[in-house]
């Protein structure tokens, strides 16, 4: 089936340093999503993107968090600087429809550390 | 707000014998759809099956799950379990404004 790709799937970072996780999604596909998942707990809702822009994001989408996707190449989810609460894994999604009928397609997520 | 509970973290159960994965929701969202994803070890979360009929039963691999919005309702049953379906669940909740919430998962463990 439609495949998502994140890349990397592991990395370890300093607190106060910047990352950028990628992630490649389906080829046809128009919406775009990031969860957080801490250990134990469930998939947070974190962010969608549809055409360039930030449709809807959560309350877990601080300042320090940013989306883009640009020239159509990876869609990328940065975090500047990062904090010891953003630990977690990172999944990307995306979906061709909008609304009811849209059903997520998800990368094996990317496992972020911070020290 | 909008919300989905599950409430086993963790079940296991013997090959062959039946499993019910239960998931309850809060919304209120009226034109609502209901998923569970699949999380083998190692893999991406995948679709297993998907409603947004009330009262309607939903199949595919072995598993069925129906809709109650009376109860608020969409477990997930299989009449015999297979050491192959052990994997994380999720039961997640598509409000039909692109915004999905999940479940916190339910790991599932099949014993010889």
């Known amino acids: 089936g439609p495949k998502v790709l994140q890349i990397p799937s592991h990395q370890i970072i300093d607190m106060g340093q910047m990352v950028t996780l990628n992630c490649d999604p389906v080829s046809n596909h128009l919406y775009f999503y990031w969860y957080k998942q801490i250990l134990g707990q469930q998939m947070e809702f974190l962010v969608n993107f549809y055409n360039g822009k930030v449709m809807e994001k959560s309350k877990l989408f601080k300042d320090q968090f940013s989306v883009e996707r640009p020239d159509g190449s990876y869609f990328t989810l940065k975090i500047q600087p990062t904090a010891l609460e953003d630990s977690a894994v990172y999944f990307c999604?995306?979906?061709?429809?909008?609304?009811?009928?849209?059903?997520?397609?998800f990368g094996e997520g990317s496992k972020l550390t911070v020290l | 707000g909008d919300s989905v509970t599950q409430t086993e973290g963790l079940v296991t159960v013997t090959e062959g014998l039946p499993v019910k994965l239960n998931c309850t929701y809060q919304?209120?969202?009226?034109?609502?759809?209901f998923f569970w994803y699949v999380q083998y070890l190692n893999e991406a979360p995948q679709v297993l099956l998907k409603s947004s009929t009330d009262n309607k039963r939903t199949e595919h691999q072995g598993f069925h799950a129906t809709l109650h919005k009376s109860s608020s309702s969409f477990h997930l049953q299989k009449s015999s379990a297979q050491l192959s379906d052990s994997a994380l669940y999720y039961c997640?909740?598509?409000?039909?404004?692109?915004?999905?919430?999940f479940g916190k998962g339910t790991s599932l463990t099949v014993i010889p």
């Open positions: 919304t209120t969202y009226l034109t609502i759809a």
């Open positions: 997640a909740l598509d409000t039909g404004y692109q915004n999905f919430y």
């Open positions: 999604a995306s979906s061709l429809d909008w609304g009811g009928t849209g059903q997520l397609y």
